[in-house]
């Protein structure tokens, strides 16, 4: 790792002006990404602005039917949550499902949505829930969030400060694992919302997307089997050395079906 | 039996420590003045270097020295060796073997060879400077393919045309080719086995000192075997005499062969040491490990089988392609040909076997002995073979087995492949794994898994290795560089407790508990009084180290010679004390009793009467102190069946492992607890060469599986609980009647998965790994 200087602000103003001072600096949050890339030499930011000391950026809340949930709570604290259990058991139980208990117990849903790796799981979640992300400048509905591989609609010093998602009638979410990162090889998230079905999938493709064909079939008839009809693209599936094209395909269809199935 | 002797569960002494954060590993020891090093690594995997400029990073804050291979060269150190010399065919008398500069001279061979030390005050200037470090480096094509490289386009040494190491041959290929003349059916099969990367917790490390006033080296280091680091450091590679480095190897977290060899980063620590005035300790990051610890297996081959009708096995006939990687290393040219053909006979009367084996120099990390180390390939290619014939024939896959075993009374065996195998009863492994496993009860499981949409198949494997490694004149008679004998040295204290030494290495194993398992038994001390002490060349006799399941069959061996002498010298001892004929006095469990009588002296008595000797029998010297030296007369043959269950889901290629038995004959037990734990690991080891692990190269030599993001190490929720059992029938040809249990699960393993999981998917091929999306597209071409 080279060396770089740390700031622990303690407001989100005080931050954004921490990293305006910055030659090249970055927000931290859980570390999970950031630190693990910077101790392997593949990112040197001269600075680094800690969100952990915001208290306006911690917490979950609930009201009218949608959980609210401040960018820097970690994945263990959504998982643990009753109130998300309560309200959107689906979320809860994808957030018990990243990575490891270290992981868990230090990432955050802030740094997993600004990261938008690939594979990453909660960028499904906000695609199928219809969720909004809020930041210090602007509301983003979830749809307009996910640019592109790695990419995302925030500007350099934008926070997200926390997400919002509306509960859906039912949802799951199935994920099969990369076997060696454990992170979605194909994650597929489906959910009755008040808009109808949303079907968000993972890890198949450059970034999370919606799945048109299978909210379409869904919303005809909400059954496993009428998945079965459906036709997945495969020129744009990733292909690397755990899968290849026709087998994410087939893994979008079955977790689609597994996940209607766990809708009930 | 008593609570700590032989075949006691006892539990682990040095558990303790482990378990409470006290191990002490090489990383964990830091001395006054201690430098850090940093290695520059070719980031291509074939290149010439025009040149390298050191200024830059020389001048880098923090920097002590950045050293060159020019300078190593200067300094007459020695290039890095191979200790085995492989004859080939046709009268060839001695391998290719192409120099290997421990710093590059001129050109790079692989992702992750050594190009520049960097040492410098602390890791992070080091590793800062190292990137400085300026390499003009011109790109050559890369030999990657293991198949592929004899007589590839590019040559990557000019020591070894066509890239081959050796061309190598062994058995009877008259006898073999007649055999298959007259056969009713014949198999053929084509297996690779998967390129392995050992990943032990621990990554290698060394601290290197020189002390000046002395004139003395001293290397901590991760090594299964110090006595052979300072054998070669001092002999070829000259970096300090023999009698002035001091190797030690302390706590090491895992080998598994790994750290058998003599590794470029000890070699130019031990020589920089000097030169630069000051301790310098190097820990390999873990993208280090992957890139440049020595790989595992990489095998591709085809195999034929020829039957008569009854399935009886007529003859073998195997060629193999073996990846060597970039250079040899230590072990490199004995694996794929003296550990692996030699046991094509497995546990059949196969007449005629013959096998000849390319070993093949390619652009990647080099290759040479990871647990089991010949025998799980030579294993996976049989029983793969095994397997299929039964199914081409439609012969249960039990049965064909019992037909072709080697039966009890047919011991000592002569196989057509060199070894001679000593005793064994497969059979009863057989039957016996047979029924912890219910195969009587499979049919029905089998369609309950069908009515739940999902496949079921079950898998044999049938084993043996040759462990105890191994008689000197057999090795050198096979061109090996080195004795491979063992030794002990038991020393009573005055007070009647004992240390014991002994030249093997304990990484995992459990010596400390084995080990004194044995002494407390045979001299009737108890176990908290006996201390064992391995891995430094200054305290214990010279020994060979811990690998091919050796330790207890050659240094539990040499180890109750030792407590031989020390029951002799008691008996003098005690025959004067207790005046009587040295022939009267009967020794047993620690006493020593005048034949007849109640006069009695235990072994405490004795030891504090050789210390304190006034009254002590003439001619007798004081002390109790004995060594042993011990060269087995043969390898031992742990053997046994293994039996796989697995239940696949066709629509995902998910395969759970839902049932696996293992029961083997390891001769007599010391620790079943010790020995059931290395079976699991081994277990665990072999499902993840089986289905998950794999090392991947690309096109141009990169290694796409440098990191835990790609590589898959098999975790607890991949395995199933084990069901495990023995058989025995020790070994006649060392004092404990043991074989050695070390590699048993990893050389039984693969092919029971990969037997179970084609039985599930329609019976064709599947290469290991046995990803998830290899079984979902055997199952579709299935369906
Ligand atoms: C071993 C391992 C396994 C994993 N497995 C999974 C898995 O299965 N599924 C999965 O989805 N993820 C997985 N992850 C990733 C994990 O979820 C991380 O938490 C996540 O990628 C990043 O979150 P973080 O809080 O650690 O962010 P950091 O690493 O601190 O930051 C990541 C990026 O986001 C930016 N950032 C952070 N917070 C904010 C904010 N509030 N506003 C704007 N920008 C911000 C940072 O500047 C940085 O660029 C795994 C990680 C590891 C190490």
């Keep these: 790792m080279y060396g770089f200087d740390y700031h622990r602000p303690g407001s989100v103003a005080d931050a954004t002006s921490a990293l305006g001072g910055a030659d090249d600096g970055k927000y931290l949050a859980g570390g999970q990404t950031l630190l693990a890339t910077m101790k392997q030499r593949l990112a040197a930011p001269s600075d ?61 849903i802030g740094g997993s949505l600004a990261n938008n790796d690939p594979a990453a799981d909660y960028p499904a979640a906000i695609l199928a ?47 099969f694992k990369q076997p060696a990162s454990r992170f979605a090889l194909v994650g597929v998230y489906v959910a009755k919302t008040a808009d109808g079905v949303r079907v968000a999938v993972t890890g198949a493709t450059s970034h999370a997307h919606r799945g048109p064909r299978l909210e379409a079939a869904l919303n005809e008839n909400f059954s496993a089997s009428a998945v079965d009809g459906v036709e997945i693209p495969v020129d744009h599936m990733n292909v690397d050395i755990h899968a290849g094209a026709e087998y994410r395909a087939n893994l979008v269809k079955v977790m689609a079906k597994r996940a209607v199935e766990a809708c009930g | 039996m008593s609570e700590t002797g032989i075949g006691a569960a006892v539990r682990r002494k040095e558990d303790q420590r482990f378990l409470t954060g006290n191990g002490n590993y090489t990383d964990d020891i830091n001395v006054f003045g201690q430098t850090y090093a940093a290695f520059v690594r070719s980031p291509h995997a074939h290149a010439k270097i025009n040149g390298i400029n050191t200024s830059a990073a020389a001048a880098a804050d923090g920097v002590v020295a950045v050293l060159t291979g020019e300078e190593l060269a200067a300094d007459g150190v020695g290039p890095l060796i191979c200790g085995w010399n492989i004859a080939g065919k046709n009268g060839v008398e001695a391998h290719n073997s192409p120099v290997h500069h421990a710093l590059a001279m001129g050109k790079v061979n692989y992702v992750g060879d050594h190009v520049a030390l960097v040492v410098a005050e602390t890791q992070g200037q080091a590793d800062s400077a190292a990137e400085m470090v300026e390499v003009d480096y011109e790109e050559l094509p890369a030999v990657v393919g293991t198949g592929s490289a004899l007589n590839h386009t590019t040559t990557i040494h000019e020591e070894a045309p066509a890239n081959m190491c050796y061309d190598w041959e062994i058995g009877d290929s008259a006898a073999t080719d007649a055999a298959f003349a007259s056969a009713a059916h014949v198999t053929t ?23 000046q006033g002395t004139g003395d080296w001293t290397l901590h280091v991760t090594s299964q075997n110090p006595h052979v680091h300072r054998l070669v450091m001092s002999a070829f590679n000259g970096v300090a005499p023999e009698h002035k480095l001091r190797v030690i190897a302390p706590d090491v977290g895992g080998g598994f062969g790994s750290k058998i060899f003599i590794y470029a980063e000890e070699v130019v620590c031990t020589w920089a040491t000097r030169k630069v005035g000051r301790p310098i300790k190097w820990t390999a990051k873990r993208s280090e490990s992957f890139l440049s610890d020595a790989h595992g297996r990489d095998h591709v081959s085809k195999a034929e089988l020829a039957l008569d009708a ?23 040219s004995a694996v794929p040909t003296y550990m692996y053909a030699t046991l094509l006979a497995g546990t059949y009367t196969t007449p005629a076997i013959y096998c000849d084996v390319q070993g093949v120099f390619t652009n990647t990390a080099p290759v040479d002995a990871y647990r089991g180390a010949g025998r799980p390939e030579a294993t996976y290619l049989l029983e793969r073979t095994v397997e299929t014939a039964a199914r081409e024939m439609n012969i249960d896959p039990a049965e064909i087995r019992r037909r072709n075993f080697i039966q009890p009374d047919a011991f000592p065996y002569q196989t057509p492949v060199v070894h001679q195998y000593d005793i064994g009863d497969y059979g009863a492994s057989l039957e016996k794994a047979c029924e912890m496993a219910d195969v009587g009860g499979f049919a029905a499981r089998r369609s309950d898994s069908e009515s739940r949409g999902k496949r079921r198949g079950l898998g044999y494997s049938s084993y043996i290795e040759a462990c105890g490694i191994a008689p000197s004149a057999a090795v050198g008679a096979l061109g090996g560089g080195v004795g491979l004998w063992e030794s002990a040295d038991i020393r009573f204290n005055a007070t009647g407790s004992v240390t014991v030494m002994t030249g093997t290495h304990n990484h995992g194993q459990g010596h400390e508990t084995a080990f004194a398992q044995v002494v407390s038994d045979k001299l009737g001390v108890p176990i908290e009084n006996i201390e064992v002490v391995e891995g430094d060349t200054d ?33 003098k001892i005690a025959a004067h004390c207790l005046e009587a004929a040295e022939d009267d006095i009967e020794y047993d469990g620690g006493n020593f009793t005048v034949a007849g009588t109640d006069k009695v002296m235990n072994i405490a008595e004795i030891a504090f009467t050789a210390y304190v000797p006034h009254n002590y029998p003439e001619g007798v010297e004081p002390g109790l102190h004995e060594q042993a030296f011990y060269d087995p007369l043969n390898f031992s043959f742990p053997a046994g069946v293994h039996i796989c269950e697995v239940e696949v889901d066709p629509t995902t290629g998910e395969t759970e492992i839902v049932n696996y038995t293992a029961v083997d004959d390891f001769g007599t037990i010391i620790n079943p607890m010790i020995v059931e734990g290395q079976v699991h690991g081994g277990i665990g080891q072999g499902v993840g060469q089986a289905m998950l692990e794999g090392a991947n190269y690309d096109d141009n030599g990169q290694l796409v599986t440098g990191s835990y993001m790609d590589y898959t190490m098999p975790r607890a929720d991949n395995l199933p609980n084990f069901n495990v059992g023995t058989t025995s029938t020790p070994s006649p040809l060392n004092p404990l009647g043991v074989k050695g249990a070390g590699e048993a699960g990893a050389i039984a393993s693969p092919p029971a998965v990969i037997n179970a999981i084609t039985d599930a998917c329609g019976g064709a091929m599947i290469d290991m790994p046995a990803t998830q999306e290899k079984v979902w597209l055997a199952c579709q071409a299935a369906e």
């Design chain 2, 189 to 211: 099969v084509e297996v690779v086995n998967n390129r392995l990367i050992p990943n032990a917790m621990e990554p290698r490390a060394c601290l290197a000192q020189y002390n």
């Design chain 2, 310 to 332: 009854d399935g009886k096995f007529l003859a073998l006939r195997v060629n193999t392609k073996a990846n060597l990687g970039a250079y040899l290393s230590t072990f490199a």
């Design chain 2, 539 to 571: 305290k214990g006799p010279f020994g060979m180290g811990t690998y091919g399941s050796r330790s207890i069959a050659v240094g539990g061996s040499a180890i109750v010679k030792a407590a031989d002498k020390i029951i002799e010298k008691g008996k």
């Design chain 1, 129 to 175: 829930l219809g969720a909004t992300v809020t930041t210090n400048k602007r509301e983003i509905a979830a749809d307009d969030f996910i640019k592109g591989l790695f990419e995302t609609a925030l500007e350099e010093d934008e926070i997200i400060t926390s997400v919002s998602f509306p509960a859906p009638t039912s949802g799951a979410y199935m994920k």
């Design chain 1, 48 to 108: 680094l602005v800690d969100l952990g000391g915001i208290a306006d950026l911690k917490g979950i809340s609930v009201s009218g039917g949608t959980v609210t949930i401040g960018a820097t709570t970690t994945h263990a604290e959504v998982a643990a949550s009753a109130d998300v259990q309560g309200a959107i058991p689906s979320l809860a139980a994808l957030a018990g499902d990243i990575g490891d208990r270290q992981v868990r117990n230090a990432g955050t």
